[in-house]
């Protein structure tokens, strides 16, 4: 099956402690990113990748820091987490090339800080 | 930097009644544009991608209207089912070619369509 993963689907931690999530792509794609789903629903992108090269890097705090070891693979570490990154953080992928690239999307991971 | 706004937070309609939801942006060199539709617990499925012009777009039970001289982005389901109920997001695109592209993406639209 061609997609988007992301594990795990669910993470509940205590604050100041360290998580990770990972995304892995099998639609042979170039770019990833990694975007943050607030409870409003809203979405705004973190980070992109383009073959395990930082390409977008939004005003996020020092403690995200994506990490990416192949263009198929981009991961999420938060270093110490706090109540306000308690949100769905998705990971989408999509080819450079040609403008305008459809991202796809993994179904998210929810995490909830104590 | 771009700003996406979209109308309405929250929209309820009866089955077989349109639907209507409405994005303005502000940066004219914006140059693609997307629908996604997000059901509940689910992730992110584009609907439509639309390309710098004035056109209008037909999938399968909606039509996507672009007004890039009004800057606005438009969604018409014409005939909701209550299988039509999530969450719908605009996106908008702000550069042309190039890696990492990223998206800019409306505040949302919550649709629950009634039988």
């Known amino acids: 099956e061609t997609a988007v993963f992301q594990t795990p689907n669910y993470h509940v931690t205590q604050v100041g402690n360290e998580v990770s999530f990972n995304c892995k792509q099998t639609?042979?794609?170039?770019?990833m990113y990694w975007y943050k789903q607030d409870s409003k629903k809203l979405l705004k992108i973190m980070f992109s990748?383009?073959?395990?090269?930082?390409?977008v890097n939004e005003t996020v705090p020092r403690r995200f820091s994506p990490q990416s070891s192949d263009k198929a693979h981009l991961n999420l570490r938060i270093k110490s987490v706090e109540p306000e990154d308690s949100a769905v953080y998705l990971c989408a992928s999509s080819q450079s090339g040609t403008g305008g690239a459809e991202q796809f999307f993994g179904p998210g991971t929810r995490l909830t800080v104590l | 930097g771009e700003q996406v706004e979209q109308r309405p937070p929250h929209l309820s309609v009866r089955e077989g009644d349109s639907a209507v939801i409405t994005c303005t942006y502000t940066?004219?060199?914006?140059?693609?544009f997307f629908w996604y539709k997000q059901e509940p617990g689910a992730s992110l499925q584009l609907l439509m991608k639309v390309f710098s012009s004035t056109e209008i777009n037909e999938g399968q039970g909606f039509t996507v209207l672009l007004n890039k001289k009004d800057k606005r982005l438009s969604l018409n389901l014409t005939a909701a089912h209550p299988g039509d109920s999530a969450a719908y997001f605009c996106?908008?695109?702000?550069?042309?070619?190039?890696?990492?592209?990223?998206?800019?993406f409306g505040t949302g639209t919550l649709l629950s369509v009634k039988p």
């Open positions: 990748y383009n073959n395990k090269q930082l390409i």
């Open positions: 996106a908008v695109s702000p550069h042309y070619g190039g890696s990492g592209n990223k998206l800019i």
């Open positions: 639609l042979g794609h170039d770019t």
């Open positions: 940066d004219p060199n914006s140059y693609y």
